[in-house]
């Protein structure tokens, strides 16, 4: 029989709340501890998703029997000391995106995760998507011929109000970390890493910006634009892929259940995909992993991971914000 793999949560956020409604309806899994900078709040955490445990950090590290996985999901600056407090302890972590705020703090985690033996991923849900598979295995067969160019947006205005971590730059806000980490992750999921990049945006008075517009360049004039804003209220998610023989468009990309795809000589061919809310995959995905006593995922790498947080840096850089 499958081993039952025993999940803590900790950072006691909106997002964690859709991981644990997501988690309790899966098979092979039991949520089993919360554990929070607050232990009121892990308390009151605990009674409501009837767990058997709540902790502080410092109570969950010194406990690693407790739980086969913890997701980290509290804000991007606690990242780092998080995680690595976690992989000393020699507890597997699945941590939100974005990973941390820099591409030296991501070497870092990776680096104890390996010094550990121990299993670290990146929790790009989109990566793990039936329609992400589906687009990968696209341009693996060559059946669309060469990218020449992607556009794409992506917003969150609706749903931050003001004082959110996102417009905080001690918590690590800014539209780039919250956001363009979605299409920057994407696009070298298809392309890898550009030869260059240029990134224009506006910045709020703390310091991190409110909208950015990014360019990848990579060799034969190929280009990636991508638009991220925290202020639009409404605008089309859509990624866009312009290839030698066809134009793809994946519908709200980052959680897509439709794609299609326009042909040069007028065809249309329309894809949708099943899924209840996006996250299943992903912690499917990490339980086999733990299963298989794995330290890595095949599809998010820790160079996958390493390199997409060298690709923010370089356009908070240029934006002037410095993590
Ligand atoms: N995958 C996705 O689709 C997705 C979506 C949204 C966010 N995220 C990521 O998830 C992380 C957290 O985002 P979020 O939107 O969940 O942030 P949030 O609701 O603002 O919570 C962030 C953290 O604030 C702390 N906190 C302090 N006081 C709190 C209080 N009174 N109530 C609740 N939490 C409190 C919590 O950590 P403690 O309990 O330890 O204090 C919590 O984890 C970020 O890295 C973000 O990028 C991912």
Not at 92 to 97: A, I, N, S, T
Not at 238 to 257: L, P, T
Request: charged content about 25%; glycine content about 8%; hydrophobic content about 40%.
């Amino acid at each position: 029989m499958e081993k039952t793999i025993r999940w803590a949560v900790c950072g006691l956020g909106k997002i964690t709340k859709r991981f644990c409604r997501v988690l309790q309806r899966l098979p092979g899994v039991k949520l089993v501890a919360c554990v929070s900078s607050s232990k009121e709040r892990a308390l009151a955490f605990q009674k409501k998703y009837g767990l058997e445990a709540a902790y502080t950090y410092e109570e969950f590290a010194a406990n690693p029997g407790a739980a086969d996985a913890v997701y980290v999901a509290n804000n991007m600056n606690m990242h780092r000391p998080t995680v690595n407090r976690f992989l000393n302890a020699g507890i597997p972590v699945l941590c939100e995106k974005s990973f941390c705020l820099n591409k030296a703090e991501a070497e870092e985690m990776t680096a104890c995760a390996r010094k550990n033996n121990v299993l670290l991923m990146e929790a790009m849900w989109t990566r793990f998507l039936p329609s992400a598979e589906y687009v990968r295995g696209l341009f693996e067969k060559g059946e669309l011929g060469k990218i020449k160019a992607i556009r794409a947006y992506f917003k969150a205005g609706i749903g931050h109000p003001p004082g959110s971590r996102v417009f905080r730059k001690a918590v690590g806000g800014g539209s780039v970390l919250d956001l363009a980490v979605y299409p920057a992750g994407y696009t070298h999921m298809l392309l890898g890493v550009p030869e260059s990049i240029s990134a224009s945006g506006t910045l709020n008075k703390d310091g991190v910006d409110l909208r950015c517009s990014t360019e990848f360049r990579y060799p034969n004039n190929v280009t990636a634009k991508f638009d991220t804003s925290l202020l639009f209220m409404q605008i089309r998610e859509d990624y866009n892929i312009y290839c030698e023989k066809a134009h793809v468009k994946i519908y709200r990309f980052y959680q897509s259940k439709k794609i299609k795809i326009s042909y040069a000589d007028g065809k249309k061919v329309i894809k949708k995909f099943e899924r209840s809310d996006g996250f299943e995959y992903e912690i499917l995905h990490f339980n086999n992993l733990i299963r298989e006593g794995k330290t890595e995922s095949p599809i998010m790498t820790h160079r996958a991971t390493v390199e997409i947080m060298g690709l923010l840096e370089e356009i908070n850089r240029q934006l002037g914000v410095v993590f």
